[in-house]
Nanobody, 120 residues
Framework: QVQLVEAGGGLVQAGGSLRLSCVASGRTFSNYAVGWFRQAPGKEREFVAGISGSGGSTNYADSVKGRFTISRDNARSTVYLQMNSLRPEDTAVYYC?????????????WGQGTQVTVSS
């Protein structure tokens, strides 16, 4: 079983930054593409960013392009989501997920999420 633990969420003012991390265990990490997703209350889960196993390919939702950056450190079995210029509409629970496909999916294993709250 793959287990994922997200960290780095919290409360930040609009315009500020946060860096989320996702640490994986239970499988060979570099074999997996990783995606970040988010879900706000009353809204559907949406794709935010994805990265291939090697880190050579990335994919971003239009809403976060130019503000968020996904990266990975396979030696630490960790994927990061650097979030800059945060907006109140970025408020959501953020989840990481692993899959054997591409940076765009599909994703099979999911973490439990970390809350990001952006105040205006």
């Amino acid at each position: 079983q793959v287990q994922l633990v997200e960290a780095g969420g919290g409360l930040v003012q609009a315009g500020g930054s946060l860096r989320l991390s996702c640490v994986a265990s239970g499988r060979t990490f570099s074999n997996y593409a990783v995606g970040w997703f988010r879900q706000a209350p009353g809204k559907e889960r949406e794709f935010v960013a994805g990265i291939s196993g090697s880190g050579g390919s990335t994919n971003y939702a239009d809403s976060v392009k130019g503000r968020f950056t996904i990266s990975r450190d396979n030696a630490r079995s960790t994927v990061y989501l650097q979030m800059n210029s945060l907006r109140p509409e970025d408020t959501a629970v953020y989840y990481c997920a692993l899959g054997l496909g591409t940076a765009a999916g599909p994703f099979r294993y999911w973490g439990q999420g970390t809350q990001v709250t952006v105040s205006s």
